[in-house]
């Protein structure tokens, strides 16, 4: 569903019985932190989402790639779903937390892979290990181009390809990688809270980002939902399956406003 201005998205949305908004964080609701353990909360975004989900015909769902612990200390608003690491770990507006991995039956592989990935980065600027519990993710967004592509090619041939097949998959993106439970998917959290907790008559919105909130764009699609992607520079030259832009995070928290009374 493509729209030729954002007063005919507005509109398409504002008209909804019931509006579901999917929302990714880092780099589509704020601009992205100086590093990955950075949490420093953003009280206007606070605001805006608890603005949001006072609307009795709104649900809002947080679905980022960071820990459910730093998104919970980043956005401490009431009756919202949120989702970390992908989706792996949930706290819905009752308070249930739903881990949707057995924790001890991935860490025995991520704990394998840690040392080996901390000794290639060793001494190496610009590199960051994020050990999510979950997920192991290697960051190089401020290393040199040539250094961070040789780096993450020797991260990835560290992962036994053949011992994850069924149960990791591994991400990748602009100077990044990671590996991450299967479930550990945009798409498959969108498809879990839509069965679980059904929201009857809902029009369905997700904004993100990058490559990881494009995988949800088809699960939104197949709702009838609008995907709505936030311009980076790193995903300017891929393909999208977007059906609206937005300039920037900035923009987006502007558009998110035009949807209160």
Not at 118 to 128: A, P, Q
Not at 133 to 147: Q, V
Request: charged content about 25%; proline content about 5%.
């Amino acid at each position: 569903m493509k729209f030729n201005n954002e007063a005919e998205l507005t509109n398409w949305a504002l008209e909804a019985l019931n509006l579901w908004l999917f929302l990714d964080y880092d780099g589509t609701l704020v601009d992205f932190a100086s590093s990955p353990d950075e949490i420093t909360p953003n009280p206007k975004v606070a605001h805006l989402l608890d603005q949001l989900a006072r609307q009795p015909q709104m649900r809002v769902t947080i679905i980022s790639g960071r820990k459910l612990h730093d998104i919970c200390l980043l956005l401490p608003v009431k009756n919202i779903f949120l989702a970390g690491t992908y989706g792996i770990e949930m706290l819905t507006p009752s308070g249930e937390t739903i881990n949707r991995v057995d924790y001890n039956d991935i860490r025995p592989t991520l704990e394998s892979l840690k040392p080996q990935w901390e000794r290639i980065i060793n001494g190496r600027k610009g590199f960051f290990l994020e050990d999510k519990g979950w997920t192991l993710a290697l960051h190089a967004r401020f290393a040199d181009d040539s250094e961070a592509e040789d780096v993450l090619a020797a991260a990835q041939r560290t992962i036994d390809q053949q011992k994850l097949t069924e149960r990791f998959r591994v991400l990748g993106g602009h100077k990044f990688l990671e590996i991450t439970p299967i479930l550990a998917s945009k798409k498959e959290a969108v498809h879990y809270l839509s069965n679980q907790f059904p929201f009857p008559g809902a029009r369905c919105i997700y904004i993100g980002d990058d490559d990881k909130d494009e995988e949800a764009f088809s699960a939104i699609h197949s709702q009838n939902g609008v995907a709505i992607k936030v311009l980076q520079p790193s995903q300017l030259s891929l393909l999208t399956d977007a059906d609206y832009f937005l300039e920037s995070p900035q923009d987006a928290i502007r558009w998110l406003e035009n949807l209160l009374p």
